[in-house]
């Protein structure tokens, strides 16, 4: 019910910044101190053990709250399984990460004014608007739950002057309404008011919110029963074990938009570890963005050639997205900024960095590193700043802050200078067209970009350009970028070089030409074997070529 | 003894800020590093303290006319009582000091000058300078005598939608036009206590309606029609080149809700644009391109400028365009055009090409006499980084602009004084508490600033409640 990876993502969906001017603004809105808390605890969500830890504690801790606010006696303890229930159904409501975890703690405030509420003796009912009041302010509408919830218990003492509570709640939406703190009245007094702006809230996470009021009937009703002594915690932990089946079932009805493993991906390349994002991609089946992931871990690793082959390949759609127009996504901002695209990877990283509630960290240095690229140090330097504010980010933009007005630094910086090498020399726009027109660009501006080469020839290997390949290799073959031939290369070229020769009678790219060019003489035994044993096996494909580019090119459908 | 309290404690935060005189023992022969630089500015006599930081990290004082200001971490925050009787002079002079070695040594002092009332509001958008990817944007005024920001609209409020193209007759804040986007979409127009949401698009125009001005009447608002793209350079020192595949000019009756054209103004063989009406109401001014193929193009695409005559009697057009500036014969592309308040100067944004100039560092602010068409750069005002959108002030002796001169990606609101010849003055950057701090934390750009004559006051729940929930009324073609 809980993936950590989307918990963890949610890190990337903003930036807690210690900074008076964030910190004021977050907390002076409706339901300001709810945000602001949920964001200062999702800072720590960049370890994913941190974040379930967190959430469970949090959970646990909103059980104890209501525990603590429904019990009469200390005795009551057999109805503490009903109050797991509500959890049990929230933390499903935040399997999907459009929820926003200013839910948790928007709850975790009203029942702190619930258990605070339970335990005032006189002038309850002044205390219980005004209670309402402050939890409206602080909340949102949780502060409802904190209205209902108190309602009930006092129903229960026959306190029936408790239902002004529900109105007072009612009226704060209505005045956050009509004062435009919120869009809709439905956004002011529901669930809503703690998702995404720009989509309609699943129903199923109403559940929570109707089963928090039920379960602080159900424990009430129980303490009715004290007297039976097996009955009570019996049944009540009967109830919440029937409960965690629908509850599951929620959680994976409001499952993500995003496919869950994008939270994984995303995690490991947040977080630079290329050999995780590997072992992530190998454990799901292939499809394209677990391939570009897996690719994009090959490139870092410097792999991206020598092991492209080595993986399940179904053509470029699993190297690089195919999408058109600057989109929002992270996934295109890293892959183009890998292959040396840094303007592409820029465009997309910046829409992406202000698409999320916060500012998402990892777009945000990665426009800082273009930035610093560029030379634009006073753009580089308020990113970086930025960043340093952000506790868990701070000592990555000090150090990143010794580039600043430094060309020399930059320059002599491997990945800044390759990058600032690397800008295209030709005008033109970036994502406009053909992807590999755009990389060789990047190449022909800076031939040594080994990544962007890498990139280059995985691209028309995949797309079965032998052609291509072959001319790269004609043009850049013992340069700086391309000092050695890896093997699946070695295979297409000389895979072109039989063809034009069979086909074309062209014997300029002939066994010399090959040789010359970096082809090993191993590959050409090899080769012979594999067009010996193809001719023998009728069509088949023959054994233990499996990751040779010979069988890509001949029995690979992409 | 009520009174007195008050005029106790400003007396007490007066001393607090102002120590005594400090005496330098030796000179700098250069001006003080300043952020941001407001040596030898024209400001005008009811703007807010501008407050500056020293960027050096020495210690620090200000001295200003005989009063001494400590500086805190660098900055140099005037008590508001001292900087109201500053501005009763027409020029201060300032002298930055700095202790180094245990001495205080004097940089060179500089001045700045008093003028006339400024408008006491500016409207903007605030925005990343993406224009495609967001969270929130909203527009926003600010009260030019104090530090006072509010949200006029804010996109929370309309599910995170674009929203634009604010324009006031005038700078009148209760007669205004702006657009809003994607879902709720549709042109709001406020009058008064008005409001009503327009449906724009027809089935005789490319595009919903776009760059709007009003006439001086309030009776119509010119508008451009716009198939408008932007795209991300992957090279060069410009980022983005925003681009019409293709535009015209329309006028909108604001009480007919109907819109019109001359054939003039609308063709496929031209692009027209951002179009403004005189002061008087009688021409309707425009940019206008002759047609290239979009966007293999863009960079053979350039402006210039023109006028028609406008009948508001009768909602007709002159038969012919005059050409003021044929921009293209000189190789360079003009936008934005904006006629003082006395019909004596327009304004405009000279750029190699396009016509969406805020992206492009070569864009400059220039002057034109339209008695004599002379025109000339407003040299005082530009800078070598983007200088671009502008209005004038109610009164014709302040300018507002957008500039990205401060690290040349976020655009930032400067004001210029323009003199009787319509020469500019050193621009000041809007003021704030702390200048330095706050800019370099704020991650949007300031878009369309314009001069309002008082504060937008309409409800924003009104607002809100016409964007969400009315289905809007459909403009018709005359």
Redesign the interface.
Known sequence: MMDRFALAFREQQQLFLL?K?YLVQSLFTVGGVATLSGRFLVQFFWNPAFAVLITLALLGLGAWLLWFSVRETRADWPVLPLCLIPFAFLSASLSENAMHYSVLTAWLLALGALCGYSRIRSHRLAWGILLTMATYLAAGPAALLFAVCAAVLDFFRKEWASALYILAALACGLGA????W???LGRALTPSFYYD??APMPVAHWIPWMVLPLSVAACRAAQKLQGKRFLVPGGCTAVFLLALLPAFRMAQNTEDRQPGITYEYEYYVANEDWDGLLKACRSHEWIPHTAQYLNLALSWKGQLLTDLLKYDQRGPTGLMMMSEG?G?ETTQAHIMFAMG?M??A??VA????????G?CPTMLKMNAQVELMRG?Y??A??YL??LEKAPHYRRWAREQKRFLYNDRAVEEDSLLGNGRRS??????????GNPLE?IM?VIDANPSDKRALEYALAYMLLAKDIKGVTGVVDRYYGKPGLPSLPVSVQEAVLFYSEYTRNIGGNNNLGPDWCAAHGVAEGTFRRFQTFQEESLKSGGKAPKGYNSSYWYYLVYKEI | MRKLIPILLSGVLLLSSCSGNIHPSGTIGSLPPLEPDYSFVTVPRNIAPLNFSYTGSEECALQVEGHTLRGREGLFSFPLRLWKELMTRDQVEMTVLVRQEGEWKAFQPFTITVKEDIDPYISYRLIPPGYQGWQKMGIYQRDLTSYKQSAILSNDLTDGNCMNCHTTLGGDPSKSVFHVRAAHGGTILTDGSSIEKLNTRTDSTISALVYPYWHPSGDYIAFSVNKTLQSFYNHGEDRIEVYDMASDVVVYDVHGKEIAWSPLTKGKDHFETFPTFSPDGQWLYFCSARAVEMPKDFKQVRYGLYRIAFNARDMSFGDRLECLYDAPAEGYSVSFPRISPDGRFLCFTRHGYGNFSIWHKDADLWMMDLETLEKWPLEAANSPETDSFHSWSGNGRWMVFSSRRGDGLYTRPYFTYIDEEGKASKPFLLPQKNPGAYYKRLMDSYNLPAFLKGPMKMSKHRIVSEIRESSGVDVQVK
Do not use: I, Y
């Open positions: 900074d001017t309404w009509l004062l435009a919120t869009p809709t702006l720009d600057r929002v695209n303007a592409a820029q465009d910046f829409n992406t960095l202000n698409s999320t509630e500012f634009t006073a753009v330097d308020k700043s930025l800008w295209p020399v030709m005008d033109g726009f970036a994502m406009f755009e660009r």
